[in-house]
C-alpha cells in the first residue's frame, strides 16, 4: 500500500509503517498545487496530512486514494463531502493532543492575567515596566468558562480547577448529571456562560453548527475586562464582534487561531488582530509539543496499519450514522458459493438500493444469514423470489 506523507510523522512511526509493508513517499512540505501535482504524480492508496489543507482538486487527482488520515483531531482542513461522494475514507487522530492543547489554554491565561508576553518585549527592548504590571487580578478564586467538554475541554478543567478555579460549562452532550460529576456548574447555552465567567475558552470541533457561535450576543454577554480564550479553530468567534467588545468592554483575548492564518510554515503575518494590543496571538501550536505529536504520529499509523491488514478505518469520521434504507431483508440460505450473488440480483431487479448489508455464518460453516437494509418499497413478490432461490431457507421483510 502507497502511503503519500504530506507532513512530517516520527522516524519511529515511519519504521513502523514500512515494517508493515508501506511503500511510503515522504514529502512532509507540500501544499496547495504541490500537493496535488504530487497526489497525480503518486497516485497513493492513503495520504496523510496534519496542517496540510486537502482540497476537492486534491482528491479528485488522486484516482487510487482509498483513506486520508489527519495527524490530529480536527479535520476541517479536508474536504469531507467530496471524499464521501467518490467514497475516500477520512480518519483523525482524536484525544491525542488533548493534553499538549489543554496546556497552552492555561499558559495562555496566566499570560493574560499576568501579561507575561508584554513583559517580556518591554523588558527585551530596555524598557522597565514595574508599576504597569504589578497590578494583575491573579485567577484564585475566579470563575473559569468552557464551551466544549470533550477530551480537550476536560482536560482543561483538571488543570484550571488545580489552580483554585471555579468552572462553569456548556456542550450540547453536557447535562447537569454530567457536569456534577466532573465537579462543574452546568450552563444551558454559551452566553449563560460568557454572563457567569470571568475566563471563556472555546474547545468544541469546527462545524457549521458552531460556526460563530462566539456571537455579537456572546460577547455582549462578557463581563467587562473578562479573558477570551481560543485554541479550537477561528470560525468558531466572529471576529468583528470580539473586536467590538474589546473597544468597549475591555476584554482581552488570547487566540492561537484566527481567521486567514498563513498557509505555510513560516513567512509574514499581516492580520489585524496581530498589531492589536489586547490580543495575544500564537502560531496555531496546541497540539505541538514532541508529546503530543509522538502519541498523534503513532495514532496515525495505527490506523493506516489497520487499514491495511483487515480494510477496517479506525477514528472514521465520514461514514453515515443513519442510511436511507427503509426496509431490512433478512435471508437465512446456505453458506455456499454464489448464493448472496442471486439475491444481490433479485435486489437489482427491484430497483432495491443496499444501503448496509452484514452476513453471519453459523457454527460449522454449512449456514449463514445476510442482513440486508435497502432503500426500496416493501414488494412482498420480490421476498417471494429470493425465498424460492435455490440453497435459501428463508426470507422475510420489515420496514424500518
Known amino acids: 500500500m502507497k502511503v503519500l506523507l504530506a507532513d ?3 522516524d519511529s ?6 515494517e508493515a509493508g508501506c ?9 496547495g498545487e504541490a500537493l496535488t501535482a504530487a497526489l497525480r504524480m503518486h497516485q497513493p492508496q492513503v495520504l496523510v496530512v496534519r496542517s496540510t489543507k486537502v482540497s476537492a482538486d486534491d482528491i479528485e487527482a488522486a484516482q487510487e486514494l482509498e483513506l486520508i488520515v489527519r495527524a490530529g483531531a480536527g479535520y476541517d482542513t479536508i474536504d469531507v463531502a467530496t471524499a464521501s461522494s467518490v467514497g475516500v475514507f477520512v480518519a483523525n487522530c482524536p484525544g491525542k493532543n488533548a493534553a499538549a492543547v489543554a496546556e497552552l489554554t492555561v499558559g495562555l491565561l496566566l499570560s ?3 501579561s507575561i508576553p508584554d513583559n517580556v518585549s518591554d523588558a527585551r527592548a530596555g524598557t522597565w515596566n514595574k508599576a504597569v504590571y504589578a497590578k494583575a487580578a491573579g485567577v484564585k478564586g475566579r470563575t473559569f468558562g468552557v464551551v466544549g467538554t470533550g477530551n480537550i475541554g476536560r482536560e482543561v478543567i483538571k488543570r484550571v480547577k488545580a489552580l483554585d478555579m471555579d468552572v462553569v460549562a456548556w456542550s450540547r452532550s453536557l447535562t447537569p448529571e454530567k457536569a456534577a460529576k466532573m465537579g462543574v456548574v452546568y450552563a444551558e447555552t454559551p452566553v449563560e456562560v460568557a454572563r457567569t465567567a470571568d475566563v471563556v475558552s472555546f474547545h468544541c470541533a469546527a462545524t457549521p453548527d458552531t460556526r460563530q457561535l462566539a456571537n455579537a450576543a456572546f460577547f455582549e454577554a462578557l463581563k467587562p475586562g ?10 468558531v468567534v466572529d471576529e468583528d464582534a470580539m473586536v467590538a467588545a474589546i473597544e468597549a468592554k475591555g476584554i482581552r483575548v488570547a487566540l492561537d487561531v484566527f481567521s486567514n492564518e498563513p498557509s505555510g510554515k513560516s513567512g509574514t503575518l499581516d492580520h489585524p488582530l496581530a498589531a492589536n494590543s489586547s490580543v495575544y496571538l500564537t502560531h496555531h501550536i496546541g497540539a505541538s509539543t514532541q508529546q503530543a505529536q509522538e502519541a498523534i504520529a503513532e495514532e496515525a499509523a495505527r490506523v493506516i496499519i489497520t487499514f491495511a491488514q483487515d480494510g477496517e478505518v479506525p477514528n472514521c469520521v465520514n461514514l ?3 442510511t436511507p434504507a427503509t426496509i431490512q431483508l433478512t435471508v437465512r440460505h446456505k453458506d455456499k458459493v454464489g448464493v448472496l450473488a442471486k439475491v444481490l440480483n433479485e435486489i437489482s431487479v427491484a430497483n432495491w438500493n443496499v444501503q448496509e448489508m452484514e452476513n453471519v455464518i453459523f457454527d ?3 449456514a449463514a444469514c445476510a442482513y440486508i437494509r435497502v432503500d426500496g418499497t416493501n ?9 424460492a432461490l435455490e440453497d435459501v431457507f428463508a426470507a422475510t421483510i420489515i420496514e424500518l
Open 379 to 387: 414488494d412482498a413478490s420480490v421476498v417471494d423470489r429470493i425465498a
Open 23 to 31: 511503500e511510503l513517499v515522504n514529502e512532509p512540505s507540500l501544499n
Open 112 to 114: 493574560l492575567d499576568r
Open 13 to 18: 512511526v515511519v519504521s513502523a509503517l514500512k
Open 320 to 322: 453515515a450514522t443513519q
Open 8 to 10: 512530517a510523522l516520527s
Open 226 to 235: 473578562a479573558f477570551f480564550i481560543n485554541t479550537t479553530r477561528g470560525s
Open 364 to 366: 460449522h460453516a454449512q
